[in-house]
C-alpha cells in the first residue's frame, strides 16, 4: 500500500475523540456537574479548563487535517499532541499519583496520545523518504 494512500488513522480517530472528550469536559465544568478528582486541588484543576477551550477546536482540526493528509494537520497534531503530554504529566503530578481510575485514564490517554504522535512522525518520515 503506497504510504500516500495510508492515514495516521490512530492520531485521526484520537485527536477527534479527545476533542469531542474535552468538549463535554469543559461543558460539564461550566455547567457545574463536572466531579472533580478529590486528589486534585480545585484551583489548579479549573485553571485546565481555559487552555482546554482553546484546544478543542485545534483537536477537531487537526483530525480533520490528519485524515485529508494535509501537511498543517501534522504540525498541528505535534502542537497538539505535545501539549497533551504536558497536560497529562501536569496532572499525573497534580494528583501526587493518587487515585487508580485517576492513574489509570491519565495513563491510559498518555500512552495513546503518545502514539499517536508517533504515528504521525511515522507517516511524515516513511511519506519523505
Avoid at 19 to 30: L, N, P, R, T
Avoid at 46 to 71: A, E, G, V
Avoid at 96 to 105: C, D, Q, S, V, Y
Amino acid at each position: 500500500m503506497n504510504t500516500k494512500e495510508r492515514k495516521p488513522w490512530i492520531a485521526i480517530i484520537w485527536f477527534f475523540a479527545w476533542g469531542m472528550f474535552q468538549a463535554y469536559a469543559v461543558g460539564a465544568v461550566i455547567n457545574g456537574t463536572w466531579v472533580r478528582p478529590e486528589a486534585f486541588p480545585e484551583e489548579a484543576y479549573n485553571t485546565l479548563m481555559y487552555p482546554d477551550m482553546f484546544f478543542i477546536p485545534i483537536y477537531f482540526l487537526t483530525s480533520y487535517l490528519l485524515f485529508k493528509q494535509s501537511r498543517f494537520g501534522k504540525i498541528l497534531g505535534l502542537l497538539a499532541g505535545g501539549a497533551m503530554i504536558y497536560a497529562l504529566i501536569y496532572l499525573l503530578a497534580l494528583s501526587k499519583l493518587n487515585g487508580a481510575i485517576n492513574l489509570i485514564f491519565d495513563s491510559l490517554f498518555l500512552a495513546v496520545n503518545i502514539l499517536a504522535v508517533l504515528q504521525i512522525i511515522k507517516y511524515d518520515k516513511e511519506k519523505n523518504t
